[in-house]
C-alpha cells in the first residue's frame, strides 16, 4: 500500500510540532500524537507492513527509544525478531557499542553481542522516528554489521531533509524515510 498525499497529510497531521524543545531553536516532532490516534497509527504500520513483508527480514533494529515502538510493532507484524540498540549502559548482557559525534561532545550506543545468533544469515531493518543529522542511525547501522548482521535498509517515519544526515548514512545503507520535513 503505497501512500497517497491525503495519507501523508493525515501522518503530518497526527505528528505535533513542539517549538524549542529540548532547547532553543530545536523543532522536535513529537510522535506520541501519533501513537495515540488509532487511524493514523494504523495507516502508517499497515503501510511499513506493506513496503516491508517481501525483504526476507529476520530481525527488526529499533533505536533508542522510540524506534522500539514503530520496530517491535513491525516485527511483530512481520513475525520477526526484534532487537534494541540501546545508549550505554542500559544493555545487561556482553554489548558491542559504537562512538558518534554531537553537536557537543560524543554519544554511544550499543548492542548485544549475540543479539542475531541463532540465525545463518541475519537480514535487519533498522528502524527509527526520525533522522536528524544521521549521526545515531550510522553508527546503529554500523553496530549491527559488527555483531555479523545484514542491515537491508534504514527506515524513518520522518527524515529531516534540510540536513546532510540521509545522504551520509547512505554510504553505508539503503534509506527509506516515510515522510520529508522541510
Ligand atoms: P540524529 O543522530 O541527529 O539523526 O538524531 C536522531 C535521533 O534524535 C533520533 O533518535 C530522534 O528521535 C532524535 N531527534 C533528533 N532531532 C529530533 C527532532 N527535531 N524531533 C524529534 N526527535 C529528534
Partial sequence: MSLTISDKAVLINAIRDIPDFPKPGIV???????????????????HLHERYHSYNLTHIAGIDARG??????????LGVGFVPIRKKGKL????????????????????HIDAFSGVDTPRVLLIDDLIATGGTAYAAANLITKVGAECVE?????????????????????????????
Fill in 28 to 46: 522536535f516532532k513529537d510522535i506520541t500524537t501519533l501513537l495515540s490516534d488509532k487511524d493514523a497509527f494504523s495507516l502508517l504500520m499497515r
Fill in 68 to 77: 522500539f515502538i514503530f520496530g517491535a510493532a513491525l516485527a511483530q507484524m
Fill in 92 to 111: 545487561p548482557y556482553t554489548t558491542v557499542s559504537e562512538k558518534y559525534s554531537l553537536e557537543y561532545g560524543v554519544d554511544e550506543v550499543e548492542i
Fill in 154 to 182: 534504514a527506515c524513518f517515519i520522518m527524515g529531516l531533509d534540510f540536513l546532510s544526515g540521509q545522504s551520509k548514512l547512505r554510504d553505508i545503507v539503503e534509506v527509506y524515510t516515510v515522510i520529508g520535513v522541510d
